[in-house]
């Protein structure tokens, strides 16, 4: 079993759509990181948090540490932001990574 | 700009041909690390660096070496790269040892044929 598993792993909307992305883990963190990655390969990190929610324009990150799991909300989508979403944890100075979701936004 | 660059980009080799891929960062950051990304596997750590001289395996280490002699230089070595070595790679930095924010290389596409 993956230590951090994301859900779910395609998801296909419609601008303008309300967006959810999951995220699980099982081990003991020091963080968590949310992170897009765009066609051309690139990877930028969008938020790292270790308790409660952030909000950066139309993304929020929230996480809730007894259940180990958050979430990445994407609200009023946009076709800009078909991108790959992965989420991280950091433990230490090591850091593991789920599969990713592949996220469409069409016009 | 404050930026990790990686060079080459992209590169095709063959098998056994030692080559070095070179990380640079220009934010005085202590903690810089490798990564591959493979289909299906994701992203996975290949060895990370606490500070000058001090690195430390991450959890798929095997064929791969590295060094940090100075701070903004971590460069990966394979020695005799093989076909299971095909991959995307990044590096990455973080002003101190996680957690914090990591920067992101813009990833060097290797083939070994």
């Known amino acids: 079993k993956n230590e951090v598993e994301q859900s779910p792993q395609n998801l296909t909307a419609q601008e303008g759509e309300f967006i959810t992305i999951n995220c699980s883990y099982s081990?003991?963190?020091?963080?968590l990181h949310w992170l897009q990655q765009h066609p051309g390969g690139g990877i930028v990190s969008l938020f790292m948090?270790?308790?409660g929610k952030k909000k950066h324009g139309r993304l929020i990150a929230t996480i809730n540490i007894q259940e180990k799991h958050s979430s990445l909300h994407i609200t009023a989508s946009h076709p800009r932001d078909s991108a790959v979403y992965i989420c991280?944890?950091?433990?230490?100075?090591?850091?593991?990574f789920g599969a990713g979701t592949r996220l469409t936004v069409k016009p | 700009e404050a930026q990790v660059t990686q060079n080459p980009r992209y590169l095709i080799t063959v098998t056994g041909k030692k080559l070095t891929v070179t990380c640079s960062q220009n934010?005085?950051?202590?903690?810089m690390s490798w990564y591959r990304q493979d289909p299906g596997l994701g992203l996975r750590q290949i060895y990370y660096?606490?500070?000058?001289?001090?690195?430390d395996k991450g959890d798929v280490p095997e064929g791969y070496k590295v060094s940090r002699k100075e701070k903004r230089n971590f460069p990966l070595i394979l020695e005799s790269p093989s076909p299971n070595q095909t991959s995307l790679y990044f590096c990455?930095?973080?002003?101190?040892?996680?957690?914090?924010?990591?920067?992101f290389g813009p990833g060097t596409r290797l083939t070994v044929t």
């Open positions: 990455a930095s973080s002003p101190g040892a996680l957690p914090f924010e990591q920067y």
């Open positions: 081990v003991g963190i020091s963080a």
């Open positions: 948090l270790s308790s």
């Open positions: 991280a944890v950091s433990f230490g100075y090591d850091m593991r």
């Open positions: 934010m005085n950051h202590e903690y």
């Open positions: 660096s606490m500070n000058v001289e001090v690195t």
